[in-house]
């Protein structure tokens, strides 16, 4: 059992000489015989009203590992609430979680590791509050592919002291290698992947979450706010569902199955969430949260449980010669009936989230976007590939002018690819009597600000979509300023979007009270070096009366 005096003996000098957790945690971090042990930090998560989800890792080769932790309500580890030892293993890949319980709502406190007396950074954690609560702020983020720059979003939002949680939708990480997705980038700025490929076994997945870990920006954001984390694709393979995946060559790489159950365990064992009664539970990954009276969290599972299999535009788009084909191929395969997104499972559980709310506010937490987001006019920004101009970008020039032509929407794997199912889930909400749902969504590398509709034109909700951390939107890759007319025709074309970024990169911000809940795009000036300010892009204020909600 580590002791009161052992937690001070480690921790009051630095707090005394830095003044603040922030520098107490960044001196820490920069301790080389810290990072030795602790070289990925420690963090929390999965908070409630009177517990939170402690983790860390140790970095040896002994079998078996004991370690010691404490959470206290000063950042002196003077008053101590809780402390224990839990024994970890190569089976765990050396992995550490702690549940703490018995702790008081809406309250923070500081936590901190010790393994054969090296002591980790002190990390900040928060537990949710209970009863009647003013104000909530939630850090939104996501899509943060380490090649493609550095995660200043992730130090801005550890220099806040105001966030009470993190909210991460997903590509927490990517499986490419050095010579896949953002890998020229990462030669450049010397960020490339490890291990050197794409992962695929369960020792790729750890050594790729050991990566992501380490890096500075990530240990700061981990160590300073609760995450409350779901997972999209990347954090297995490109675009799965549940037999396979976009990024998945069985020939060459085996059994999906084999594959993602790797992905899975790595997940589970590196990230501050809690871990499934059984191991086949692990695709189960949903849950609810509670702010109070004030606000209510449901996150989905959209990639591994029920989804059937995208629509592959590469085999239907040569045929869309005319209006009628197009047609034709809307309602007999966009449209297809049979087709599912969400499992029976994670209906049930989100009917039950619902149908028990008492908060004033539902947010839900979303992979992928949801509202219709079809191509607008765009022949005269972006013109037909000519064979000889040996265009590395012809086939989605070609692919855009069919989708263009024919008001199709942009992607399959989003919601918009599964139609049908989106209109199952909006009936399921009314049937619930909740139509001023708040999605939360990630996935596109986009800003978005968005309304939600049925086919029948009733409305269902906002959607308030984060940009990546770093990966870059699609149309960056034309010019910046085909990619900024883009955006504005997006907005103007689709009635339910009523402004998107897909340029700027950072993170979105949301405060909520009972009154409104105010949105702030902040972003990044750059990610491709560490030095770097912030601005925020947009202010917008969402505005609830009854059950509309308005934006202003």
């Not at 101009?389 to 002018?401: K, T």
Request: charged fraction near 25%; proline fraction near 4%.
């Amino acid at each position: 059992m580590l002791t009161r005096r052992q937690f001070l003996g480690a921790t009051s000098v630095g707090v005394l000489a830095s003044g603040s957790w922030a520098a107490l945690a960044a001196k820490a971090i920069d301790d080389p015989a810290v990072t030795a042990i602790f070289a990925h930090g420690v963090a929390s998560g999965e908070p409630t009203a009177e517990s939170v989800l402690l983790w860390s890792r140790i970095s040896t080769d002994r079998p078996v590992v004991k370690v010691s932790w404490a959470v206290a309500t000063d950042m002196a580890m003077k008053n101590i609430v809780q402390e224990g030892v839990v024994t970890t293993d190569q089976k765990q890949d050396y992995c550490v979680k702690v549940e703490v319980p018995g702790l008081s709502s809406g309250s923070t406190y500081y936590y901190q590791f010790n393994f054969a007396g090296t002591y980790s950074e002190i990390g900040r954690t928060k537990t949710l509050a209970e009863g009647d609560l003013s104000e909530l702020k939630i850090a939104v983020v996501s899509c943060s592919n380490l090649p493609f720059g550095f995660f200043n979003a992730y130090e801005d939002i550890a220099k806040r002291s105001d966030i009470d949680v993190v909210l991460h939708l997903g590509d927490y990480l990517y499986e490419y290698g050095p010579d896949g997705y953002g890998g020229a980038v990462g030669a450049r700025i010397g960020r490339n992947h490890e291990p050197p490929r794409e992962t695929i076994t369960l020792a790729d997945y750890r050594i790729r979450h050991g990566q992501y870990k380490a890096d500075r920006a990530s240990r700061l954001m981990h160590a300073a706010h609760p995450l409350i984390a779901i997972w999209d694709d990347h954090e297995s393979a490109n675009n799965p569902y549940k037999e396979g995946a976009q990024n998945h060559q069985p020939e060459s790489e085996g059994s999906w199955h084999d594959r993602r159950e790797a992905s899975l365990q790595a997940y589970f064992e590196w990230m501050p969430v809690n871990d499934p009664k059984h191991s086949e539970d692990r695709m189960r990954m949903w849950r609810r949260f509670e702010f109070g009276s004030l606000a209510s969290l449901v996150t989905l599972e959209t990639r591994h449980t029920g989804r059937d299999e995208q629509v592959d535009y590469a085999k239907y788009l040569p045929e869309l010669t005319d209006a009628e084909k197009a047609q034709h191929f809307k309602d007999t395969v966009l449209w297809d009936e049979r087709r599912n997104m969400l499992s029976e499972d994670m209906e049930a559980f989100y009917k039950a989230a619902i149908a028990s709310r008492k908060t004033h506010w539902q947010l839900v937490a979303n992979q992928i976007p949801m509202a219709r987001t079809h191509v607008p006019p765009l022949s005269d920004i972006i013109h037909p590939a000519v064979p000889e101009d040996n265009d590395p970008l012809a086939a989605e020039r070609n692919a855009l002018q069919v989708l263009s032509r024919f008001n199709l929407p942009i992607y399959t794997d989003t919601w918009d690819g599964y139609p049908a199912a989106r209109e199952r889930f909006y009936a399921m909400n009314k049937s619930l009597g909740c139509q001023d749902l708040v999605v939360l969504t990630g996935d596109s590398h986009s800003f978005w600000l968005n309304r939600l509709f049925d086919k029948t034109g009733e409305p269902m909700g906002v959607e308030i979509g984060t940009t990546g951390v770093t990966s870059p939107g699609d149309f960056i890759y034309f010019n910046e300023q085909i990619a900024h007319e883009m955006d504005n025709r997006l907005a103007s074309h689709n009635d339910e979007i009523l402004w998107t970024d897909g340029i700027n990169k950072g993170y979105t911000l949301l405060t909520i009270n009972r009154q409104a809940i105010d949105i702030d795009y902040i972003v990044v000036s750059t990610i491709l070096s560490e030095d770097y300010s912030v601005n925020t892009i947009k202010k917008t204020r969402l505005i609830k009366e009854g059950q509309t909600l308005k934006i202003s």
